[in-house]
């Protein structure tokens, strides 16, 4: 989980396996683990993310109606809370997607189908 949660192959902890914020490598370029490991995949992903950005919604919410009580300003939450929906999903995007597969991966290990090797997909080590 740490290691997902730092944005690097929950597997191996090899890196990078970001190509931009909003997409992963076909595999890691260490081990080889392919990251996308059957046809959607990522619905769990998202769904990681949608429960994580409901907490947050809920926490913000209620903070903000028990710290104002009794003159709740209502608009302002609102606005608060629709703030979040929108930034919120975004930034935790990448880390929702190495955490579910860090889950995946804790119930489901890795065969042999799941890996590829470093020179089947075009890498080369560096010597050092």
Same mark, same amino acid.
């Given at each position: 989980?740490?290691?997902?949660?730092?944005?690097?192959?929950?597997?191996? !902890? !090899?890196?990078?396996?970001?190509?931009?914020?909003f997409t992963l490598c076909a #595999?890691?370029?260490?081990?080889?683990?392919?990251?996308?490991?059957?046809a959607g995949y990522w619905v769990? #992903?998202?769904?990681?993310?949608?429960?994580?950005?409901?907490?947050?919604?809920?926490?913000?919410?209620?903070?903000?109606?028990?710290?104002?009580?009794?003159?709740?300003p209502w608009d302002r939450l609102?606005?608060?809370?629709?703030?979040?929906?929108?930034?919120?999903?975004?930034?935790?995007?990448?880390?929702?997607?190495?955490?579910?597969?860090?889950?995946?991966?804790?119930?489901?290990?890795?065969?042999?189908?799941?890996?590829?090797?470093?020179?089947?997909?075009?890498?080369?080590?560096?010597?050092?």
């Amino acid at each position: 989980m740490g290691r997902a949660l730092r944005l690097r192959c929950p597997l191996c !902890g !090899g890196r990078p396996i970001l190509l931009g914020w909003f997409t992963l490598c076909a #595999s890691c370029p260490e081990c080889g683990l392919h990251l996308q490991r059957e046809a959607g995949y990522w619905v769990g #992903s998202y769904t990681v993310n949608l429960v994580l950005t409901e907490v947050v919604l809920v926490l913000v919410f209620l903070v903000g109606m028990v710290v104002t009580w009794p003159e709740v300003p209502w608009d302002r939450l609102t606005y608060a809370d629709l703030g979040v929906a929108v930034v919120f999903p975004v930034l935790i995007f990448p880390f929702t997607k190495t955490l579910y597969l860090a889950i995946d991966l804790a119930f489901r290990p890795p065969e042999p189908p799941d890996l590829d090797t470093p020179h089947e997909r075009g890498f080369q080590k560096k010597r050092t």
